[in-house]
């Protein structure tokens, strides 16, 4: 891997400390600058150099990210926030202009990943996906879920077991979808492509805790079809770099899909930890190394929290 420097930005949410994480168990050997918006932000203290910047829509955004770029020497810049995603999309040109290298998918595949009931109608002709609609006037069957079309984790996410439920949540909640109810097995499967959208392997793992819609306990489970299944998903949005799909099971075992999110998630560590180190790949991609397809073990991964005192 050649030695360059790297930019993490999101760095106090799990993605980005994950990615940070996966960095530092590789044999990657430049620095780790990372950036977030909130100056108590726990990857700036696992990072070699780190930097406060605006939000994504802050008009100082850009300009306060490119003087990072330069005056790091950014070759590589990996972002994993999912409201951050797109300010590095909006100007990829302006990015790779200043010497770096986004990984991040183009602007139109994270509008169709952000809106779910967008996501739904792309993807539900080619892959089997639960079954969503944005008119609550049309639903008779219960139970069902109603969360927000533009969500992100598990927030206002509803259980809706009748039609008085339902009322209360349309009077409640403004543009919420509603989404077929799936009560089996739930995975989060990572998938990785190239930089041009060639997906290279999915790791599923089976989400077997999560709290605040990040999984804090999961065993990783190799399934050749739910990979596959990925994989296309993956390739049919034009994904490029990570992604992460969630998929359930139906009362009847039938595996759907809920949501692709177009970048690193929260649970990267459980495939960093099983074998596959995507960060790490990626830059073994960029570097035009032969990329070596790993072994990737089925293990189980408990999470917890971890101290940093700040003095």
Known sequence: ???????????????????????????????????????????????????????????????????????????????????????????????????????????????????KFLSYKFLSNKFPFAFTSEYHDKIDTFPLIAKPRFGKGSNDIIKIENKFDLNYVVRKFKNMIFQEYLPGTEYTVDVLSDLTEKPIMAIPRIRLDTKAGISVKGKIKRDSMIENLCKKTAETLGIKG??????????????????????????????????????????????????????????????????????
């Open 242 to 311: 990570p992604c992460c799909i969630q998929l359930k099971e139906s009362k009847d075992g039938e595996l759907k899909i809920l949501e692709v999110n177009p970048r690193f998630g929260g649970g990267t560590m459980f495939t960093t930890l099983a074998g596959a180190n995507f960060p790490a790949m990626l830059l073994e991609m960029i570097s035009n190394n032969k990329l070596i397809i790993p072994k990737v073990a089925d293990i189980t991964v408990l999470r917890y929290f971890e101290e940093i005192i700040i003095e």
């Open 1 to 115: 891997m050649d030695t360059f420097n790297v930019l993490i930005p999101g760095a106090g949410g799990p993605a980005g400390i994950n990615t940070i994480k996966s960095l530092r168990l590789s044999l990657f050997k430049g620095n780790i600058v990372s950036t977030d918006s909130n100056p108590l932000s726990a990857g700036f203290f696992l990072s070699d150099f780190y930097y406060v910047i605006p939000k994504y829509d802050d008009k100082f955004f850009i300009e306060k990210l490119i003087k990072i770029i330069k005056e790091q020497n950014i070759k590589v810049l990996m972002p994993s926030s999912g409201f951050d995603i797109y300010g590095y999309s909006i100007n990829q040109d302006l990015i790779v202009e200043s010497g770096a290298i986004p990984i991040v998918s183009r602007r139109k595949v994270l509008e169709i990943c952000r809106d």
